[in-house]
């Protein structure tokens, strides 16, 4: 089989891949994309309910913060294609944006379609070649070339990107190909394990609250009794546990049997004054409506009322000192016990890897094997929940694009 010849192939046709792919190919590069699945952007499509959370509003050096200790390697690429470099890029092809209260940004359509379409549209545009139907099957690097087997064929390279996501959803693709073909080429793997997922919990009561989101609340991590970490954001209740951008920017912290606290309405000093007040000008009401004023939802109320055994039918004037020092401590903090968190193939991304120490932060290039890149989820990195990830995605696949592209001008010059 005749081996096709290509200046640059890159593994993988999520918005890594295509974003790569359309950066290089407008420069007149040959550049071909192997996906082995039947179409593009699989993953992206129902990214963000289909809605796709594309960045965030956050100022930049606050940005960089969402990446935990990978926050200096994230740094160099997401400082050299900004999120408003990536919105810049999208209107120049007729596409708004939109910004929720946390200051994530979508489409204004609010559909992933769109940003699936803009790529494949710029990758047509500059003559990019997408093979669908294509696994990678093996990978050498022999005599300054990369030599590839795919299921559709034979295919050669000078300079190679892998993009081909973590894990999670792995009915899009992102079934751990990366991987493989990384450590067959020298690289290290640091262990795959699930991020931005749900929790179970022990004991857990509120499956009449599923559905139920509250905003703002302060969530607390520990283990062994010492507080490993904390996040204030919306909380989900779900059927089986916890969910919400509060429990998912936490998911890289947390372990089976560690304790979560949850401050539903506030610290307890706080409560305890509040409650207070509110007993005083509600002493004709009873408990439960009082509580109503806390802005909680109703059902949420009558369910931790009835689950701690506390009367929420009692007037406000006649309740006894330890009732209200219960309900206090139910609602300043609500514990619960991890019992384990949501299967790789449903978490939203995946923390693990290619190691971060074997890859050049500035230019995405392998410190094991020359002219091989990588881009997006295939890393070690994962951002919290609200448009990080994505814009590391393009952040990174531009940074590959542009190191490419010195190293071919540095050719010319000499």
Known sequence: ????????????????????????????????????????????????????????????????????????????SIYNFTPVDLLSFFRKSGIEFTEDRNGKIFPASRKSRDILDVLLLKCRESGVHIVYNSAVTSVENKDSLFNLKSVSGKYGCRYLIICTGGLSFPMTGSSGDGYRLSESLGHSIVMPVPALHSISVYEYFLQDCSGISVPDINVILFRDRKKIAANRDDLLFTHAGLSGPVILNLCRYVRKDDCIRIEIAGVSDQLNEKFKNLILKNGKSDSKNALLNLNLPERLIISLLKHYGINGSEKCAVLKKEIIKKTIEVFSSLEFKIKHADD?????????????????????????????????????????????????????????????????MQLKIH
């Open 1 to 76: 089989m005749k081996e096709s010849i290509y200046d640059v192939i890159i593994v993988g046709a999520g918005p890594s891949g295509l974003f790569a792919a359309v950066n290089l190919g407008a420069t007149g590069l040959k550049v071909c994309v192997l996906e082995k699945m039947n179409s593009a952007g699989k993953k992206l499509l129902i990214s963000g309910s289909s809605q796709c959370n594309i960045t965030n509003a956050d100022p930049i050096e606050n940005f960089i913060e969402h990446f935990g200790n990978k926050k200096n390697f994230v740094k160099k």
């Open 344 to 408: 790789i193939k449903t978490a939203m991304a995946t923390a693990g890897g290619v190691s971060l120490n074997e890859v050049l932060s500035g230019s995405m290039e392998s410190k094991k094997c020359a002219n091989l890149f990588f881009s997006g989820e295939v890393l070690d990195i994962d951002g919290d929940t609200g448009g990080y990830n994505l814009q590391w995605a393009f952040s990174s696949a531009k940074t590959a694009a542009d190191s490419i592209l010195k190293k071919e």
